[in-house]
DNA sequence: CGTGAACTTGAGGCCCCTCAAGGAGTGTGG
DNA sequence: CCACACTCCTTGAGGGGCCTCAAGTTCACG
């Protein structure tokens, strides 16, 4: 039951940090299981999992906030290894909901476990400070794209932020990637209408930047799309902290 | 030269982590000297203080950074106490600009000591981290403010967040604070422009919800600007991380 | 008193929103 | 096999929030 650790093929990846064999005995303890769910189900908090920490190690999610008027405002899309929940566990405050996009699976952790297991480990404690500011400075580039970019320009932005993430995580393939957000998703992750998202996606097409088709983002001019939406390459974080 | 930081009133607010003298003493002998700016200079990178870090010891500033096209945005509003360029310091990335607001004075400090200060210090690992998860929940309330919110309400947001980040400093006075920022630079940090801040800021005022006069924000209505701008009232973060 | 920066106010226009209806794809039940 | 329902995508029309450009006003400062 707590072997699967060991033959994780998602923490080898050269894209994560590599725990130790001590590392990973303490993480493999403090597991309780494994959930599966399919899409547009509330992973946390949610009946099922609680409030616990978890790891997404398989399929996409992504993290919103819901507002008083209703409207839904995404804060951020979530790839296998992104930890969900952690900031419950280390701050006791989680003001989000997490929901999945695709079918998902995730790894159920034990809260007061993971706070424990980051004692005595600095290393493990420099690696999160490095993700947490690494994630700082997506949200900083997503905010000036938010605030300062049009509905094309912003829509480039988040495909060429995603495409670079799939593609650090080893699973892109060329110039298209797999891309199951829907037009309402784009529209709640960058401010927009769901109709005005579509109407900017055919701009996109027209000008031979990019194509999103059936679950499919394709990049024709990578260069181009980078200079129209302002992009700014982000080299990568090192390595990625992963529970 | 070096005795400034056990005088030092800033520290000693609750808002921050207590550090121990042995802390304290580090922190010390890592300070290389003080440099005083007037309001309007870019505070780093600059040629007086290069990248190295620096913390904000009196005065106001803002994080921002300026786009393609010539647009800035501000992604920040910094405190005294605030540090600048950890993010030099710990990942060796830094992509923005700090500037000044009002007359500052920052403590310069050694890149490489401040390393070695986390080094062997779990405690000062712990709130860093704890504060770096606050700073991810204020940018993703700010997201959800420019996505989702008209410029009244943005702006209505922003005058709360800075208003309750002042107030918890412990240098608010009730129900007006000092209030440094500009048109454009209130514009430039919800993704506005100037001259709409103008009217929007007027709205605010007939409506009998905030004035903002010179230098100086009064909040008339406090409950009902926060109900007006969709205000998610976040409760202390505990101790905040200090160099 | 002249100068420059910031604030204020107006006019016109565009980007994006809202509302609405139709089309395409998929799963379900008869 | 087809009708039906449901979700999502697409396209259109109209309107409003915010932008841009521009001129006038206030205020601090030399």
């Given at each position: 039951?707590?072997?699967?650790?060991l033959?994780?093929?998602?923490?080898?990846?050269?894209?994560?940090?590599?725990?130790?064999?001590?590392?990973?005995?303490?993480?493999?303890h403090s597991?309780?299981g494994?959930?599966?769910?399919p899409?547009?189900?509330d992973?946390a908090?949610?009946?099922?999992?609680?409030?616990?920490v978890?790891t997404?190690?398989?399929?996409?999610?992504f993290?919103?906030?819901?507002l008083p008027?209703?409207?839904?405002?995404?804060?951020?899309?979530?790839l296998?290894?992104?930890?969900?929940g952690?900031?419950?566990?280390?701050?006791?405050?989680m003001?989000?909901?997490?929901?999945?996009l695709?079918?998902v699976?995730?790894?159920?952790?034990?809260?007061?476990?993971?706070?424990?297991?980051l004692?005595g480990r600095?290393?493990r404690?420099?690696t999160?400070?490095r993700?947490?500011?690494?994630?700082?400075?997506?949200?900083?580039?997503?905010?000036a794209?938010?605030?300062?970019?049009?509905?094309p320009?912003?829509?480039?932005?988040?495909?060429?932020?995603?495409?670079?993430?799939?593609?650090?995580?080893?699973?892109?393939?060329?110039?298209?990637?797999h891309?199951?957000?829907?037009?309402?998703?784009?529209?709640?992750?960058?401010?927009?209408s769901?109709?005005?998202?579509?109407r900017s996606?055919?701009e996109?097409?027209?000008r031979?930047?990019?194509t999103l088709?059936?679950?499919?983002?394709v990049?024709?001019?990578?260069?181009?799309?980078?200079?129209f939406?302002c992009?700014?390459?982000?080299?990568?974080t090192g390595?990625?902290?992963i529970l």
């Amino acid at each position: 039951m707590n072997s699967p650790c060991l033959t994780c093929d998602l923490r080898r990846k050269p894209l994560f940090e590599q725990l130790t064999d001590d590392e990973l005995t303490d993480i493999m303890h403090s597991r309780s299981g494994q959930v599966s769910m399919p899409p547009k189900q509330d992973i946390a908090p949610s009946p099922r999992i609680g409030d616990a920490v978890c790891t997404l190690i398989a399929g996409w999610a992504f993290k919103y906030r819901r507002l008083p008027n209703g409207s839904r405002q995404i804060l951020d899309i979530l790839l296998p290894g992104e930890a969900i929940g952690l900031e419950k566990a280390l701050t006791g405050i989680m003001d989000h909901h997490v929901q999945s996009l695709t079918p998902v699976t995730v790894c159920v952790l034990d809260n007061g476990a993971v706070q424990d297991h980051l004692i005595g480990r600095p290393t493990r404690y420099r690696t999160l400070i490095r993700t947490l500011f690494a994630k700082e400075r997506r949200y900083e580039n997503r905010l000036a794209a938010i605030g300062r970019l049009t509905a094309p320009q912003r829509i480039g932005y988040l495909m060429l932020e995603i495409f670079d993430r799939v593609r650090d995580l080893g699973i892109g393939n060329g110039s298209w990637v797999h891309f199951p957000l829907q037009r309402q998703h784009i529209a709640d992750s960058l401010g927009l209408s769901g109709t005005h998202v579509n109407r900017s996606l055919t701009e996109l097409r027209d000008r031979g930047l990019a194509t999103l088709g059936s679950n499919m983002l394709v990049i024709h001019n990578r260069d181009a799309l980078i200079s129209f939406a302002c992009y700014t390459t982000s080299e990568p974080t090192g390595c990625q902290f992963i529970l």
